[in-house]
């Protein structure tokens, strides 16, 4: 299929691969939750469905960035880090815009929130660039960047949370229920909503699946590839930035210690469990919404059965060995036909 094709008909490459893990993931999903229920009582609770729910929405914002910049060809190994370092950074300039606009609580989060997103911004602007300009690998890029944030963050902190947040960002925002529900998920929601609109209704998403599915006959069909290319890191570092503010505010300080390798992997996983193919051009946000939740049942569940937390990678593993498995399976089925 050429890239005219793809921007013309941007469904017809993420439908591809999707018969096998979109009949799968439900099944695994309903397995697990079903399973949970007959062994642990705990599960169905209402503090650990709020809790699965809250820890999911905070996967799903990151792993749509993750999943956007795979479609399009690359990965993205510094989401981790800019969560941290986005974290650090919204609680110190919220510290010294305290002593800018005393008593102005609006000003301050909005001074906060600026300076987050757009650490993430920078991070994802260095890395677009690198990559589109430079031509250099996502992953060499990427995994520069992460430890560079991570540097930075460290720095920052000294390894020491920071507090002096104003109270309303934290009660009111981060603390705070609507409806019974975190307001992580709302947000989250909103996300996942707009990456929809994005992937089936814009230009940028249809040529990012052109970009991802064969780079070449994009830059034929006339589609600048470079700037997309750095839209999707740019895209990807805000995301991650946001659900580092999002942390910020549940927790009630800025942490060097958020994100990390752990949300990195995750991030990852759902996507590729979710039907991203690594070779890019394939992938849809909503089914990438439900492996999200999928992995933060399975992590509660093994938490709960209090399987050692050492062990608890493994079993991403072998998920994630299986999804890639599966699709490269399927790959070759349909080249035989």
Known sequence: ????????????PARSGFPIRLGFLPVL????VIGMSLVSPQFYGPINIINILRNAS????VACGQAIVIIAGGFDLSVGAVIA???VVTAKVMGMAALVFPGNDA???????LAGLGSGL????VNGICVAKLKVSGFVVTLGTMSAAAGVGLMITSGIPVYGMPESFVKQFGRAQFLGLPTAIYVAIAVVLVMIFVQRRTLFGRYVFAIGGNAEAATISGVSVNRHLVGTY?????LAAATGILLTAQVGSGQASFGGDRMMLQSIAAAVIGGVSLRGGIGRIEIVTVSALFLTILSNALNLLQIDSRLQPVFLGVIMVAAVAAEELSRR?????
């Open 58 to 61: 905070l996967l799903t914002i």
């Open 29 to 32: 999903l309903i397995a697990v």
């Open 85 to 87: 370092l986005a974290s």
């Open 234 to 238: 740019v895209l990807s570092g805000v």
């Open 122 to 125: 920078a991070v994802g602007l």
């Open 107 to 113: 000003a301050i989060i909005a001074c906060g929130v």
């Open 1 to 12: 299929m050429s890239a005219a094709d793809a921007t013309r008909h941007p469904g017809a």
């Open 333 to 337: 089925r349909k080249a035989r036909v």
